[in-house]
């Protein structure tokens, strides 16, 4: 037994059930190896995909719902422009996006996850990814998504939203477009930030430039397009450099 600030802290060696230590880091160094399968399997099928755009939302969104019609058309607006649509393939928003992209001209992506409940993946998909673990899945969304567009959703959907925010703020990935669609969805969310997080010092005013909100689909495809006039939209070697490390 080693001290440590006082503390005994028992050496793996010194373990008295060896074979218990010996099969759990046996489990542990095979489940490693699925983790680096997804990640393998998704840098195959999507390194060369792009330009592309991820479109999130609910789950529980119904197809006669107005976001998930919304979702749809802005979809198929950005797969005639030429961008594959990435969604997180389930039902919902997620089905909106990839039922409108699979119409379009581009390809409809969807990033599966296997989930106890709820997530069932939808059929309007050419290229279709499944993964077991979440981080893997969301370096997958940042990692090939030239834009955001994001439906009003719940817990997952706040949390991907979360997830790019931080990434760029931080300056672990290039800024992309992220858009909010849904104007009485968002509004409220976006005024507590200003209220609480801005005027508290918690992030800059200038992180809130970050988001757009734009509810018309033709608008939302035009403002994918204004922000690149002026960069390429294909990531630098650095932005690439970047990405290997979230």
Same mark, same amino acid.
């Given at each position: 037994m080693e001290q440590r600030d006082g503390k005994k802290v028992p050496r793996l060696h010194q373990v008295?059930?060896?074979e218990r230590v010996t099969a759990k880091k046996a489990r542990e160094s095979w489940h490693m190896f699925t983790i680096m399968a997804e990640f393998i399997e998704s840098t195959e099928r999507l390194s060369e995909l792009r330009p592309a755009v991820t479109i999130f939302g609910s789950? !529980?969104?119904?197809?006669?719902d107005p976001y998930y019609l919304l979702a749809a058309d802005v979809a198929r607006r950005l797969s005639d422009a030429g961008f594959a649509v990435i969604s997180g393939g389930g039902?919902? %928003?997620? @089905?909106?996006?990839n039922k409108g992209a699979? @119409?379009?001209?581009?390809?409809?992506?969807?990033?599966?996850i296997e989930l106890p409940h709820e997530q069932v993946s939808n059929i309007w998909q050419n290229?279709?990814?499944?993964? !077991?673990? #979440?981080?893997?899945?969301?370096?997958?969304?940042?990692?090939?998504? &030239?834009?955001y567009v994001v439906l009003p959703g719940g817990f997952g959907t706040l949390d991907e939203l979360s997830e790019v925010l931080v990434l760029m703020q931080t300056g672990k990935i !290039?800024? %992309?477009p992220v858009i909010l669609v849904g104007t009485t969805f968002w509004r409220g969310l976006l005024d507590w930030m200003k209220k609480q997080l801005v005027a508290t010092g918690m992030i800059e005013p200038k992180d809130l430039a970050l988001v757009q909100l734009i509810d @018309?689909?033709?608008?939302?495809? &035009?403002?994918? #397009?204004?922000?690149? @006039?002026? !960069?390429?939209i294909e990531p630098s070697e650095e932005d690439r450099q970047k990405t290997l490390y979230l």
């Open positions: 008295a059930d060896s789950a !529980r969104s119904k197809s006669d039902p919902g %928003i997620m @089905e909106a996006a699979f @119409e379009g001209t581009s390809p409809s992506v969807g990033l599966n290229i279709s990814l499944s993964f !077991r673990h #979440f981080f893997a899945r969301k370096v997958a969304f940042v990692k090939y998504s &030239d834009a !290039r800024r %992309i @018309e689909p033709a608008n939302i495809v &035009d403002a994918i #397009f204004a922000f690149y @006039e002026a !960069r390429d």
